[in-house]
C-alpha cells in the first residue's frame, strides 16, 4: 500500500523559513516526478513546485519562485522543500503529490502557518 508522509510543518513568523519533508513508501518511486501542492481556507488547491523522476529539471509557481527550493532523495524516496522568506500567504495545508502517466497519490497534507 502507497503511503505519502509529510512532516514540517508548523508556525513560524513571516521572514522564517520551513523545511517540509515527504516519505514515500510502499514502492519504488524513482521513475515518479514528485510535487508541492497547497490549499488555503476557501480556496482551491494550488500547484507549489515539482521536481522531476531524475531530479534533473525543477518547477516553481511564480508566487514561491527565488524563495522556495525542491529536491529529493531517491534512495530514501523523499521529496523535500525548503521555503524561505515566508509570508503571511503562504499560509496553507501543504500535500505532496507523486506522479507518473496512469498513477498519482497524495499525503495527507501538514499545515504552515506564518503569522505577520
Known amino acids: 500500500q502507497v503511503q505519502l508522509v509529510e512532516s514540517g510543518g508548523g508556525l513560524v513568523q513571516a521572514g522564517g523559513s520551513l523545511r517540509l519533508s515527504c516519505a514515500a513508501s510502499g514502492r519504488t518511486f524513482t521513475d515518479y516526478d514528485m510535487g508541492w501542492f497547497r490549499q488555503a481556507p476557501g480556496k482551491e488547491r494550488q500547484f507549489v513546485a515539482a521536481?522531476?523522476?531524475?531530479?534533473?529539471?525543477?518547477f516553481y509557481a511564480d508566487s514561491v519562485q527565488g524563495r522556495f527550493t525542491i529536491s529529493r532523495d531517491n534512495a530514501k524516496d523523499t521529496v523535500y522543500l525548503q521555503m524561505n522568506s515566508l509570508k503571511p500567504e503562504d499560509t496553507a495545508v501543504y500535500y505532496c503529490n507523486v506522479s507518473r502517466p496512469g498513477a498519482e497519490y497524495w499525503g495527507q497534507g501538514t499545515q504552515v502557518t506564518v503569522s505577520s
Open positions: 521536481i522531476s523522476w531524475s531530479g534533473g529539471s525543477t
